[in-house]
């Protein structure tokens, strides 16, 4: 099956800082979701986003689809950004999504 | 709109019973998938229901098991339980209709689950 991988596994940053996390994967996607786990668990969606750039207020994500990996950008780093950061996938003729083992994302005050 | 949302959010359970665990997805949302998340493994695919069918399934055991009803809320059991089952089970529902048209998923809050 298709392998993600996440980088990145943890970051610690200072609050205002920038940083980008990367997700590779092996294999042609139709669909790439990026999502932020809160302390509590819930999967939070982030983006949807399989091929180009989007972007959110402090957050914005790429998708270079024909060199298999995706970039989310979070910019001027809060505290409220701690968690963890998953990005998920999946390929034609199997539409379950398939995680990456996600990034660590602590920002200090 | 409302969420997905599942019940009940936390569970302890003994080795050997089983658990039934509830999503509701949201409004007009007709597919809907479980993952188990796990320290070790990670999040993982459980299976996918669409119009009361399996329409995918996990590598897990066949104690693992799901259904879907007419209103498109959907149960997962797990029967003979094992310690190695204490995991996060999340509930994600889309609007995903046909094989090959991908769609975002929703994910709800999540069922944590302990076995004792």
């Known amino acids: 099956g298709i392998q993600v991988e996440q980088s990145p596994p943890d970051l610690i940053l200072q609050e205002g800082a920038n940083s980008t996390l990367r997700c590779n994967f092996s294999?042609?996607?139709?669909?790439l979701q990026w999502f932020h786990q809160n302390p509590w668990g819930q999967l939070i969606n982030l983006f949807y986003i399989p091929s180009g750039t989007k972007q959110n207020g402090r957050l914005s994500a790429t998708t270079v689809a024909t060199e298999r990996y995706s970039l989310l950008y979070i910019s001027s780093s809060q505290t409220t950004d701690s968690g963890v950061y998953f990005c998920?996938?999946?390929?034609?003729?199997?539409?379950?999504?398939?995680f990456g083992t996600g990034t660590r994302l602590t920002i200090i005050p | 709109k409302a969420g997905v949302t599942q019940t009940p959010r936390y569970l302890i359970k003994t080795r050997g019973q089983q658990v039934t665990l509830s999503c509701s997805p949201i409004s007009g949302h007709r597919s809907v998938s479980w993952y188990q998340q796990t320290p070790g493994q990670g999040l993982q695919f459980l299976f996918e229901y669409f119009s009361e069918t399996q329409r995918n399934k996990g590598n897990f055991p066949g104690r693992f098991s799901g259904r879907q009803f007419s209103n498109s809320r959907s149960e997962m059991n797990v029967s003979t339980l094992e310690l190695g089952d204490s995991a996060l089970y999340l509930c994600a529902s889309s609007l995903r209709v046909t094989s090959g048209t991908p769609y975002e998923q929703y994910f709800g809050p999540g069922t944590r689950l302990t076995v004792t």
């Open positions: 294999d042609s996607v139709n669909n």
């Open positions: 998920a996938v999946s390929n034609f003729g199997n539409e379950k999504l398939t």
